[in-house]
């Protein structure tokens, strides 16, 4: 902690250490949602961990006003997917270079367990998305499709994310039927 | 997966599948160091990649370097030591014909003066090269509208012997030629009333 506390006296003013451990805690808790919501958007894990970093650094510029949890836990969501989104906007083409190397060079446990070419025809069809859906999807997959989540981190009513889940599933029947007509 | 009763079994099959696999895809976890890292960033103060702080750190030095120049040139001279060092307020015009005295300020249109450069004192204000001209607002308010109001009244005789005696310069004197008047005649009205 007071490692921690000490790291604090460059650039930011120190928060009181009752702030401190406060943001300690949403750091332990929430540090795999951020990290997922950006490696659904960039798959890349180098990329992802950078973004989720950025956005707690936001989040304890701000972290005043994000001591509530749930709060804090749709601030950082929010924040991370924006991050992630002006990212691969901006490095979409270094960002899927960098992802097939990865994918053929150092594929992750999970990736293990998918070939190759069905998680790309996936991630393609996500990317297809519009982004009001996309979002939807990515969430569901991260908070195990609890709708009510889903909408507390988005700050939208059930209904909508319903709504666009239906219309979000949609859409990647479409595209997957497209890509992979055997699927 | 209540949003897939509206698809048909097939897509519902196949969005299953996606999900179940975005499920696997997604199950992934930060490194170890990640929350190290985040320390290391908020200690750091790092700001997000991308973000162009090169750009502004080479404006901030461009213009630094600029004002630094400038300050420089204007307070500061090399002195004989080499050090740069303050100069007293300066004069910045000195007569030639008169040198410094500690008298009467000898009146400006009567003495050629020559412009030396001088390095005023670091801080003051640069002395415009045109003498300052201080009217007040209400003379100017009145010449504007006389201005405005007269505007075809011409007053280059008076402007011109002011600016002259004003300068210094002679004023050329012009004689008027001897008007042509022709002579008035009376004559006695006719019948039709001068109609």
Excluded at chain 1, 25 to 37: G, K, M, N, W, Y
Aim: proline share 7%.
């Amino acid at each position: 902690m007071n490692e921690w506390a000490g790291g604090y006296s460059g650039a930011f003013v120190s928060l009181d250490e009752q702030l401190e451990r406060e943001f300690e805690d949403r750091l332990r808790e929430s540090s795999t949602l951020a990290f997922r919501i950006a490696y659904g958007v960039l798959r890349n894990r180098q990329d992802a961990e950078d973004v989720a970093q950025d956005a707690f650094a936001k989040a304890y510029r701000s972290f005043r006003q994000l001591r509530d949890r749930d709060r804090f836990r749709a601030w950082l969501a929010r924040m991370t997917w924006r991050l992630a989104i002006d990212r691969w906007r901006s490095d979409r083409r270094r960002t899927a270079r960098e992802q097939s190397v990865e994918t053929a060079v150092a594929p992750s446990s999970e990736d293990g367990a998918l070939s190759g070419e069905r998680s790309e025809q996936l991630w393609r069809a996500i990317d297809a998305l519009p982004e009001k859906l996309r979002v939807v999807v990515v969430l569901c997959a991260i908070e195990e499709h609890d709708i009510r989540a889903v909408a507390g981190l988005l700050a939208l009513p059930e209904g909508t994310v319903k709504s666009r889940l239906y219309l979000a599933r949609r859409g990647l029947a479409e595209s997957l039927r497209c890509l992979a007509p055997n699927h | 997966m209540s949003g897939t009763k509206s698809l048909n079994d097939t897509d519902a099959g196949v969005v299953a599948a996606a999900e179940a696999d975005l499920d696997r895809l997604l199950a992934v976890e930060p490194s170890a160091e990640f929350a190290a890292k985040v320390r290391a960033r908020i200690a750091a103060g790092v700001p997000p990649r991308g973000w162009p702080w090169g750009r502004m750190v080479l404006t901030l030095a461009t213009a630094s370097a600029l004002i630094i120049a400038f300050t420089l040139r204007d307070g500061l001279h090399v002195g004989e030591s080499g050090g740069p060092m303050m100069t007293s307020p300066q004069q910045d015009t000195v007569p030639r014909s008169a040198p410094a005295v500690s008298g009467p300020p000898i009146a400006p249109n009567t003495t050629t003066v020559i412009p030396v450069r001088r390095s005023p004192r670091a801080g003051a204000p640069r002395v415009a090269a045109e003498p300052e001209i201080i009217i007040d607002p209400s003379f100017a308010e009145a010449i504007r509208r006389l201005a405005l109001s007269a505007p075809y009244v011409s007053l280059d005789a008076t402007a011109d012997s002011t600016s002259a005696s004003i300068s210094g310069e002679p004023a050329a004197l012009s004689i008027a030629d001897p008007l042509d008047v022709p002579e008035l005649v009376l004559k006695p009205a006719d019948q039709s009333g001068g109609q």
